[in-house]
């Protein structure tokens, strides 16, 4: 499995602003992990597939936008 490091600067974060960064960046890592359990339970290494079998569910289980969403997924 591939490892992706993912640096954020902040430059004076306001309030509040840091913890929300916090939250998006672990609700996306878990969403990467959820997306690659799924493309192993289907078996497959389509992305429209994936996209048309997976989508509708993960937008309920994860508060992302529809972009991150989609990163997240491909």
């Keep these: 499995m591939q490892t992706v490091t993912l640096r954020v600067?902040?430059?004076?974060?306001?309030k509040g602003k840091l913890e929300k960064m916090s939250r998006m960046l672990?609700?996306?890592?878990?969403a990467c992990a959820?997306?690659?359990?799924?493309?192993?339970i289907l078996n497959t290494t389509s992305r429209t597939?994936?996209?048309r079998e997976t989508y509708q569910r993960a937008?309920?289980?994860?508060?992302?936008?529809?972009?991150?969403?989609q990163c997240a997924m491909y």
Excluded: M
Aim: glycine share 4%.
């Design 9 to 14: 600067k902040l430059l004076k974060p306001n």
């Design 59 to 69: 937008r309920d289980l994860f508060d992302l936008n529809r972009g991150t969403l």
């Design 34 to 40: 959820w997306f690659l359990e799924q493309a192993e």
């Design 49 to 51: 597939r994936l996209n």
């Design 26 to 30: 672990e609700s996306y890592r878990q």
